[in-house]
């Protein structure tokens, strides 16, 4: 499987703009910039991108273990914040609330830690991942 995005930039760093297209066009020349990564302007940016990214496969990941350990979830919510520090991506922080009939909390945990170290995004970062997870 390969999947494919294109960044466009033109201009400088500070007055320059940019856009980004997926494959799927779920992402069709979207709007990136320097004010969408470091101020509060309209559009997206690679930080914001890597936390979608995170966010969606540890999610996954986790519907995949509690599944194979016999349990539906009715609900999985990640919220995962990168954080951004000295001109490195320092962290990435999940917050999942989930709601999982039947599952006993330690099991809870158990699975979604292991989820949280085996997703493929997970692996592909070299930087902390932590997460803080809540059974509803």
Not at 98 to 124: D, M, T, Y
Request: charged share 25%.
């Amino acid at each position: 499987m390969r999947r494919k995005a294109t960044a466009l930039w033109n201009g400088n760093l500070k007055e320059g703009k940019g856009n980004l297209t997926t494959d799927s066009t779920v992402l069709d020349h979207t709007q990136y910039s320097f004010s969408t990564r470091f101020e509060d302007g309209v559009g997206t940016n690679p930080e914001e991108l890597l936390a979608a990214a995170h966010a969606g496969c540890f999610t996954m990941q986790l519907s995949a273990f509690l599944t194979e350990a016999g349990f539906i979830p009715d609900e999985l919510k990640t919220v995962a914040t990168i954080l951004f520090e000295n001109g490195a991506i320092v962290r990435s922080e999940l917050e999942l609330s989930a709601k999982v009939p039947a599952i006993e909390e330690s099991e809870f945990q158990a699975l979604a830690h292991k989820a949280k170290e085996n997703c493929p995004v997970s692996k592909a970062f070299s930087f902390e991942k932590t997460l803080h997870a809540t059974l509803l």
